[in-house]
C-alpha cells in the first residue's frame, strides 16, 4: 500500500484538510507527489520556476498522481556577494535540505519532483533527495540566454574591477550591468550553479539530456516528462537509494572532471553522499580525475557560455566521450541503466545542430573528443603539507601557474584583501592568505571579488597567488588554493601564517607548505619549530561574534574536506 493511503487512517483529519484545498474524493486515492521547487523572486535562476512546476504537475497528473506544489527559495551567491550576505550561503543549503525534510516528514507523500536550478539549491534538493528516500526526479531549471558579444554574468565583478581602475566609465559597465541576464535561468558560465546541474544528471537523479536545457520550451518540455518518470518510479518502487550508489558517485566525479566543474562541488557531492552513508574525499576526486581529459570548452575557462553546452549534447555527449571511465551498468531515473540511456541517445542524435550552425558554432567546438581535450588531467588537486594538514582545493585548469613560491601578506578577511589588490599594494610574487573565512570562522563565503580584481589585472593574473580557508566562485579563475584544512577558527596552520613568509605551492607534487620564515627558505623542522613557537605566543584568539543561525553553523560544521555540512 502507498503511503499517502496508509496515512490516511493514522491522521484521520488529512482527508478533509485536502478535499478543504480544493482536492476531489478521487484525487485522495491518486498516488500523491510532493512538487518542491524553489520559486521565488530571489534571482534569474528561480523567479521562473512556477512555469516549470506548472508542466510537471501535468505530466503527474497525466501520469494518474496528483501534485501538490511546495516552495523552499534560495537565496543568490551573485546578490549576496561583497557583504555579509555571503557568509549565509552555504548555510542556506542545510537549512533549505532541512526545511524540505520537514514539509516531506509531515505530510505523506509517494514521491517528489524537485525543480532548482542554482548554486546551493540544486545541492539542498539532491540531500533532501538522498534524506528522504521516496522515489524522485530533480528537474534542472536550465540556463539564462547568454547577453550580447558573448557576455557572460560573472564578467560584470572584471568589468567593475577594471571601473575603479578607471579603464572604463560608468556609463560603459552601466550598459553591461543591463545586458548580462537577459532572462530567466541558471547563469550562462560553468559556475557552481551550471556544474551541479550537471551532477544531477550524471548521478542519474535527473533526466538524461535535463541540465542546462534553455529556459523556456525545453526547460518545461522536460519538467513534464520528469513528472511522467517520476509517476514510473513510483509504480516500481525505485528509489534514491537505488540510483545514488558509490558508482552514481563515482560517475559524476569523473563527468566533474571533464566539464572543469566548480570547486564548491567538493563541498557539495560529499554533502549529498553523507545523506546516505557513503563517504567521498577530496581525494577520490584527484584520484579519479587524473584519467579524465577536460572536455566542456566553456567560459569562465573556455570559449563558449554554457548555454552552448546543451546544444552540443549535454551531459550525454560528455559522458558518452568519458563511456570507459564510467559505470555504464549504474542505474538511473528513467527506471534503465546508464549504458541503456547512452544508447537511445546515439540513435536519436543528428550529426549537427541547427542553433548552433546558425551562432556559427560546431558540436566539436563546444564539447571536445578526448583526442582534442582542453587539458588531459580533470580539474580539481587535493593539495597537503604544514599550511594544509587536512587538505586543500586547487583548480589546475583554471591556471598555467603549477609550482610557485611567493611572500605571504596575510589578511583576516576578504574586504582587505579586495582593498590591498585594487589599491595596488599586492605585487608580483606575493601570496595573499585569507583567513577567518571557514565554515565555523565566518560561515565559508565565497571569495569571488578577490580572484576577479586579480584575474583583470595583467600584471597580477598569474603573478600573484591566493590561498584561503573559504571557498570560490565557480567562476574564478587563476592561481588559487581554497578549502585549507583546518581552518583557522579551529586552530589550523593558515592562522599562524605571518607577514613576509615563504608559501610554495606544488600542484603536481599536489604538496603547499610555508617553506620560509621573514623572507628566508628554511628546512622543514625549522619552519616547523617557527610555527610551534608562533602558536605559543598566540595562545587564545578571540572569534568573530557571531549570532542567529551563523553562530549555530559555526559550532556545528563539518570540515571543509568533509563537505561543511551541519554535523
Avoid at 551567491?77 to 552555504?90: C, E, P, R, T, V
Wanted: some cysteine.
Amino acid at each position: 500500500m502507498l503511503k499517502s493511503q496508509e496515512m490516511r487512517s493514522a491522521a484521520i483529519e488529512m482527508d478533509a484538510l485536502k478535499m478543504g484545498m480544493g482536492w476531489s474524493k478521487e484525487d485522495l486515492d491518486k498516488p500523491q507527489v510532493m512538487i518542491q521547487s524553489t520559486k521565488g523572486q530571489s534571482h534569474p535562476g528561480s523567479a521562473g520556476l512556477d512555469k516549470l512546476a506548472k508542466k510537471a504537475a501535468k505530466g503527474i497528473l497525466k501520469a494518474g498522481g496528483k501534485p501538490a506544489e511546495y516552495t523552499v527559495t534560495d537565496i543568490c551567491d551573485g546578490i549576496a556577494q561583497g557583504h555579509d550576505g555571503m557568509n549565509y550561503s552555504l548555510v542556506s543549503r542545510d537549512i533549505m535540505a532541512a526545511m524540505i525534510e520537514i514539509q516531506a516528514k509531515a505530510a505523506p507523500f509517494d514521491g517528489a519532483l524537485f525543480i532548482s536550478s542554482c548554486d546551493k539549491a540544486v545541492p539542498a534538493h539532491l540531500m533532501s533527495i538522498a534524506r528522504l528516500n521516496i522515489p524522485s526526479v530533480l528537474v534542472p531549471g536550465g540556463v539564462m540566454p547568454t547577453g550580447p558579444n558573448g557576455l557572460t554574468l560573472e564578467q560584470v565583478a572584471t568589468c567593475h574591477s577594471k571601473l575603479l581602475r578607471g579603464e572604463i566609465t560608468q556609463e560603459e559597465f552601466m550598459a553591461i550591468q543591463e545586458t548580462a541576464c537577459p532572462g530567466c535561468g541558471c547563469c550562462q558560465f560553468m559556475g557552481t550553479a551550471s556544474t551541479m546541474q550537471i551532477m544531477a544528471e550524471a548521478l542519474g537523479i535527473a533526466l538524461p539530456g535535463s541540465a542546462l536545457a534553455p529556459f523556456g520550451k525545453k526547460a518545461k518540455k522536460i519538467a513534464k516528462r520528469s513528472g511522467e518518470a517520476l509517476m514510473e518510479l513510483i509504480s516500481l518502487d525505485i528509489r534514491p537509494k537505488d540510483i545514488l550508489t558509490q558508482k552514481a558517485f563515482e560517475n559524476a566525479i569523473a563527468v566533474h572532471g571533464a566539464i572543469g566543474g566548480s570547486t564548491n562541488a567538493l563541498l557539495h557531492i560529499p554533502a549529498i553522499a553523507h545523506q546516505l552513508g557513503i563517504a567521498i574525499t577530496p581525494e577520490m576526486f584527484d584520484k579519479l580525475q587524473r584519467n579524465i581529459p577536460t572536455l566542456a570548452n566553456i567560459r569562465p575557462g573556455g570559449e563558449h557560455s554554457a548555454e552552448y553546452f546543451w546544444q552540443a549534447g549535454g551531459t550525454l555527449a560528455i559522458m558518452d566521450e568519458i563511456k570507459a571511465h564510467l559505470h555504464m551498468e549504474a542505474l538511473t531515473a528513467t527506471g534503465k541503466t546508464l549504458g541503456e540511456n547512452l544508447a537511445e541517445w546515439k540513435r536519436t542524435q543528428g550529426k549537427s545542430n541547427s542553433w548552433l550552425a546558425l551562432h556559427g558554432v560546431e558540436k566539436e567546438d563546444v564539447i571536445r573528443s578526448i583526442g582534442s581535450s582542453l587539458a588531459k588531467q580533470g580539474g580539481i588537486a587535493c593539495l597537503k603539507g604544514n599550511l594544509a594538514p587536512q587538505g586543500a582545493i586547487a583548480k589546475p585548469s583554471a591556471s598555467s601557474l603549477t609550482v610557485f613560491t611567493g611572500r605571504a601578506v596575510p589578511f583576516e578577511n576578504e574586504e582587505g584583501a579586495y582593498k590591498a589588490v585594487i589599491e595596488g599594494l599586492i605585487k608580483p610574487g606575493d601570496v595573499i592568505v585569507i583567513r577567518n573565512e571557514g565554515p565555523r570562522g565566518t560561515g565559508m563565503p565565497e571569495l569571488f571579488y578577490t580572484t576577479e580584481a586579480l584575474a583583470s589585472n595583467p600584471e597580477l593574473s598569474e603573478s600573484v597567488a591566493l590561498i584561503a580557508d573559504g571557498r570560490f566562485s565557480g567562476a574564478t579563475r587563476g592561481p588559487v588554493v581554497g578549502h585549507v584544512s583546518p581552518e583557522a577558527a579551529s586552530g589550523g596552520p593558515i592562522a599562524l601564517v605571518e607577514e613576509n613568509d615563504l608559501i610554495t605551492i606544488d600542484i603536481p607534487k599536489r604538496a603547499i607548505n610555508i617553506t620560509g620564515i621573514n623572507g628566508k627558505p628554511m628546512a622543514k623542522a625549522l619552519v616547523a619549530k617557527a610555527l610551534e613557537a608562533r602558536r605559543s605566543a598566540m595562545g587564545s584568539q578571540p572569534k568573530k561574534e557571531l549570532t542567529g543561525i551563523l553562530k549555530i553553523y559555526s559550532q556545528l560544521a563539518a570540515s571543509p574536506t568533509k563537505g561543511g555540512f551541519i554535523e
